[in-house]
């Protein structure tokens, strides 16, 4: 997973340019073409979010706008590559224009699978885990 942090201009309602936009509806074409392309969108601002934190006992909830937006994700893109090489070089080609600033940083993440999980995620809850990932494409499909 590429996961795009936010900007100030983002957590304002900022949406990117027209540029910003082909840029990366080119690029996506691009993985979309390798096979590699699984996923991808863009987040409203923190303003239209919320937290919820476990406090004594309980979930509290905050609303946002949250102050940090460096700290902020702005979208994610999911590919399946072969390889952590292979995902960093598909990272290396993301839009310039999509990079507001000097020292703007993409974070690259995999994302866990079934495997990863050992003995502890036993046969029965696999079954259910792959039971929900059908539900879930349902609901998808549903729009």
């Known amino acids: 997973m590429i996961i795009v942090p936010s900007t100030p201009v983002i957590?304002?309602?900022g949406t990117g340019t027209q540029q910003q936009y082909a840029d990366m509806q080119a690029h996506n074409e691009e993985m979309l073409k390798a096979g590699v392309f699984?996923?991808?969108?863009g987040l409203h601002p923190s303003s239209r979010g919320a937290r919820a934190a476990w406090q004594d006992?309980?979930?509290?909830?905050s609303d946002g706008p949250f102050t940090e937006s460096k700290e902020l994700v702005a979208g994610f893109t999911i590919i399946d590559v072969?390889?952590?090489e292979e995902a960093l070089e598909w990272l290396k080609k993301w839009p310039v224009s999509c990079a507001p600033e000097p020292g703007y940083a993409l974070e690259l993440r995999q994302i866990l699978r079934a495997e990863d999980f050992g003995d502890e995620l036993t046969p029965e809850l696999r079954e259910r885990e792959e039971q929900m990932r059908v539900e879930a494409a349902r609901n998808a499909a549903r729009g």
């Open 11 to 13: 957590e304002q309602g």
């Open 82 to 84: 072969s390889s952590r």
């Open 38 to 41: 699984v996923d991808g969108e």
């Open 57 to 61: 006992g309980e979930w509290v909830i």
